[in-house]
């Protein structure tokens, strides 16, 4: 029990760690733009190519923990990303810094699934729920607090290369406590790695990823028009179809395939990776919070981080009620209640928030919805029937939550772009037709790529010298954004009720398999 103790706190530190450093770098993106002098594209993919390399590497350590042992992959993974993290802090060039964020997402991709599937190998059943919500908490709290931690780093330093040079004390403390207080766990199925399938996995998800993190602008229909985005995205899913094929083959030849051929032709498990994609869904709408209490509620834009606050809680106590739930319900049960939770948060948004204590009750909410998704209930799922490639299952399940996270922030932002194009129209018909009486010049939405930022277009609409008409123009801005972020959350809400239908669904699917199972007992032993 002590040893179980101990590797349940050294792995949420880990989980801690790791998530929270994909949403950290958030508050240094300036300060590295302006540092290596690139564009602000460019600088984006300090984050692209973090979330390229947890893609990638998510499955594949799933596959290697079950074969050569979690506690010595947990290890590697911990030693990888400490090293990537000294290697963005002493980076010289922009090009370094990139290769740098690579090796330390391929260190911290694997990490919480690791953890997840020591849990379900060596913990006792009755305790694996509290134990998988602890690691969900701590994973949604860091993903949550990610850009608040490292915006108060940056302010107390000054320095953004105190961002990474933090993680190395808390690697080495990982490492130097796991070794003597984890205990090893692996699948007893010795089959060689498939490598081959590996590479085509990786080469897959790589051009997938690239794919849809290359959607944006103000139309996401236009986005796929693109040929970086469905080019690249046709090429992933046109692998991931010979991957199948080629992984049946590798089953066929008694051979361990890297995919879970078996368990994705259960519907059971198809559900469950639609389930993991809405949790991830979900998850990316909370990151829009301190933008809609500094637009819609006029929050200062210095103290909307702090709005934050009670979402992560939220999370955090949603993580550890769910393990319970999952313990004493089953998961089915509380992936209905954290649908619900969530549907209910989202959609208060639009409906109801009108100010900054409503904010809290609908945040709150959704905190404890997606909070409750994202430890114990859908790991739970995804291994009942994985037998020893637990690690298999999560990674799987560990992707198509990343699918989620990468493609709805491309979606939510596109309800934000949409409203701010829409700026200039909406106020020339508050203003009658003409955008004149002394109204910024943009108003008239000529030209909509000209338009500036909302704290420059707060500045602008304040010295409006006609008392009355910046009264109005302000009021259509502020009905304007609203908007956008109103569909934003119904989206969001939409997301979680496609969750509650797949959960609808997976219960039913459950209760066949189990009533045909019992069937053919029943069968077998009237034949006896």
């Known amino acids: 029990m002590k040893h179980q103790t101990w590797a349940l706190v050294l792995f949420s530190v880990g989980v801690f760690m790791a998530q929270l450093d994909n949403g950290i770098i958030s508050a240094a993106l300036t300060t590295l733009i302006y540092d290596f002098e690139v564009s602000p594209n460019w600088g984006a993919w300090t ?85 998988l919500g602890a690691l969900g908490g701590m994973n949604g709290i860091a993903a949550v607090l990610g850009p608040n931690v490292g915006a108060f780093i940056l302010d107390l330093t000054g320095s953004w290369h105190w961002l990474f040079l933090i993680n190395l004390p808390i690697a080495a403390a990982l490492i130097g406590l796991g070794i003597p207080f984890i205990r090893e766990s692996r699948a007893e199925n ?36 693109d040929p970086e985005v469905y ?54 709408s909370v990151i829009f ?51 619900v939770l969530s549907i209910a948060g989202a959609a208060l948004f639009p409906l109801w928030v ?10 709150c909410l959704l905190g404890l919805g997606f909070g409750i998704m994202l430890g114990a209930p859908l790991n739970m799922l995804a291994t009942e029937s994985a037998g020893e490639s637990k690690g298999v299952a999560l990674g799987t399940l560990s992707l198509f939550r990343q699918i989620g996270m990468t493609i709805a922030p491309a979606v939510y932002a596109g309800f934000i772009s949409r409203a701010f194009l829409g700026i200039g129209d909406r106020i020339g018909e508050a203003l009658g037709g003409q955008a004149g009486g002394g109204a910024p010049p943009w108003t008239s939405g000529a030209d909509p790529a000209g338009q500036p930022d909302y704290q420059e277009l707060m500045d602008q609409i304040g010295q409006i010298p006609v008392p009355s008409v910046r009264e109005t123009v302000m009021n259509a801005v502020r009905d304007a954004v609203s908007e956008g972020y109103g569909n934003l959350y119904w989206c969001a809400a939409a997301v979680a009720l496609l969750s509650l239908a797949a959960t609808v669904a997976l219960s ?20 006896n």
């Open 47 to 131: 984050v692209t190519i973090y979330t390229l390399g947890l893609a990638v590497s998510i499955p594949v350590v799933g596959k290697l923990s079950d074969r050569y042992g979690r506690k010595r992959l947990f290890l590697i993974e911990v030693f990888l990303f400490g090293f990537g993290s000294l290697l963005v802090a002493l980076s010289p060039s922009f090009e370094m810094l990139l290769v740098s964020r690579l090796i330390q997402s391929l260190g911290g991709g694997g990490i919480f699934l690791i953890a997840s599937s020591h849990v379900l190998s060596t913990f006792p059943r009755e305790i694996q729920g509290r134990a």
């Open 190 to 225: 010795s089959a060689p790695v498939d490598y081959a399938g590996a590479a085509i996995l990786a080469l897959s998800i790589l051009s997938f990823m690239y794919g849809i993190t290359n959607i944006g602008g103000a139309s996401v229909v236009e986005s796929l028009a």
């Open 289 to 339: 919070i301190p933008a809609y209490v500094e637009q819609v509620l006029g929050v200062a834009a210095s103290k909307s981080g702090y709005y934050y606050t009670p979402l992560a809680l939220a999370s955090g106590i949603g993580a550890g009620a769910g393990g319970a739930f999952v313990d004493r319900k089953g998961p089915v049960f509380t992936m209905i209640l954290a649908s």
């Open 231 to 284: 080019g690249f995205a046709a090429a992933g899913l046109a692998l991931f179809v010979l991957l199948f094929f080629f992984e049946r083959g590798v089953a066929r030849r008694g051979k361990d395939p890297m995919l879970p051929i078996g368990l994705m032709k259960k519907p059971d498990y198809l559900l469950t990776l639609v389930l993991g994609a809405c949790s991830g869904a979900i998850l990316m």
């Open 508 to 527: 039913a699917v459950r209760r066949a398999g189990a009533a045909g199972g019992k069937a053919k007992e029943e069968k077998g032993a009237a034949q």
């Open 354 to 363: 009108e100010a900054t204590w409503q904010m809290f009750v609908a945040s």
